[in-house]
């Protein structure tokens, strides 16, 4: 028997690993999971008990088209079902999004502190990641992303708000670069947190593709819809990219489960975006109270808030921990905390005045 190992391609070498959120600890004080971004609350009972219903039978495959889903969709959105496409979370087809796209030797631009997702899932590709530097004040460089631009770029994630700082870009600004970009480079507006977004100047990424068929949008039921254990989101895109989008989806990747859960989610939406209104009062409870307490936050139009902590920032994430939060650190940079249910983030701001008085002396 040969001692060799199987061959595996070489562009996975040193592959960034996917941080999960850390989870609260179960035999912690009270322990709250503010790492991931998910919505605190439980699921509404019509939207679990349909999941409960699809559950009876999971001894079979889900419909791969997911034809309800895409005709519900389609209806609330008003967009043509040609257009949209479903995969495992928005991950899963901003993953498709890539294969669809780029390989070696391409190159995919993206802000840079953004998800962290996007690296892993370009190097998967074989293409070559192009991290632009966020402004100082955490916002996307726009100018800097379409200056780095060359012949090679296949792909451009816009992250709207984006992923750790919760800031966001406008419409005029958005509009100008996209003005830039040449019409045969996909931009993709990841609007993961677009029910969080309260500014008006802030584009719906929907009106802004319907004119643009080199944009894509990418929404999720992760968040908002609080589904993001079952694992569903999906794009919206003109017919040739949303149709490599199904192409390259892994066959039957969303859950019979999951579809019905999300077409449930979209019937209860009101009652649904009733609570991410609640959320949003405590985004502004939350940042008001930090800005109170003297320190400096972007602000924010997700379900988040981003400390720029440096070199404090694990012991930060320590004593958030310790107080009984688990709050998400990118080490040396800063600490990202989701927006949860009050007792949580009041054990939060009292958590970050104490530190604060202990930095600051
Ligand atoms: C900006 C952004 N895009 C996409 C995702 C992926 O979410 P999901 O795969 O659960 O839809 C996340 C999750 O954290 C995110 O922050």
Redesign the pocket.
Same mark, same amino acid.
């Given at each position: 028997m040969s001692e060799t190992s199987p061959k595996l391609r070489a562009e996975l070498d040193g592959i960034p690993t996917y941080k999960p959120g850390k989870p609260a600890a179960a035999d912690g004080p009270v322990a709250f999971k503010l790492s991931s971004?998910e919505n605190p609350y439980p699921p509404l009972p019509g939207v679990m008990e349909t999941a409960i219903a699809a559950a009876r039978n999971f001894n079979r495959y889900p419909d791969m088209a997911c034809s309800g889903l895409m005709n519900e969709l389609s209806e609330r959105f008003g967009v043509p079902a040609t257009h949209l496409a479903t995969g495992t979370?928005?991950?899963?087809v %901003?993953q498709s999004l890539i294969q669809s796209t780029s390989g070696p030797g391409d190159e995919v631009i993206y802000a840079w502190r953004s998800?962290e997702?996007y690296p892993i899932i370009t190097q998967i590709s074989g293409a070559t990641s192009v991290q632009v530097p966020l402004t100082a004040g955490e916002v996307h460089d726009l100018d800097a992303m379409a200056d780095a631009i060359t012949e090679r770029t296949r792909l451009i994630f816009v992250?709207n708000p984006n992923?750790p700082t919760g800031t966001v870009v406008r419409r005029a600004e958005l509009e100008r670069f996209l003005d830039r970009v040449p019409s045969d480079v996909l931009v993709v507006l990841?609007e993961?947190y677009r029910e969080f977004i309260r500014d008006a100047e802030v584009p719906d990424g929907l009106e802004i593709y319907r004119d643009r068929p080199n944009v894509a949008v990418?929404r999720?039921f992760?968040k908002a819809y609080g589904l %993001?254990g079952l694992?569903v989101?999906f794009a919206v895109a003109h017919e040739p990219v949303a149709a490599a989008l199904r192409k390259t989806a892994v066959p039957f990747g969303v859950s019979q489960l999951a579809q019905d859960a999300a077409v449930a989610s979209l019937r209860a939406e009101d009652e649904l975006l009733g609570r991410v209104g609640s959320l949003v009062c405590e985004r502004t409870r939350v940042h008001e109270g930090l800005v109170g307490q003297g320190w400096t936050v972007p602000e924010t139009q997700a379900n988040f808030v981003w400390l720029r902590l440096g070199e404090h920032t694990l012991d930060f994430a320590a004593a958030c921990e310790k107080a009984g939060v688990v709050v998400r650190p990118f080490a040396g940079e800063g600490v990202r905390v989701t927006i949860g249910e009050a007792e949580a983030n009041d054990v939060f701001l009292h958590t970050a005045e104490a530190f604060r008085k202990i930095v600051t002396g």
């Open positions: 971004n979370g928005s991950v899963g %901003a998800f997702a992250c992923n990841d993961a990418l999720t992760s %993001a694992r989101g």
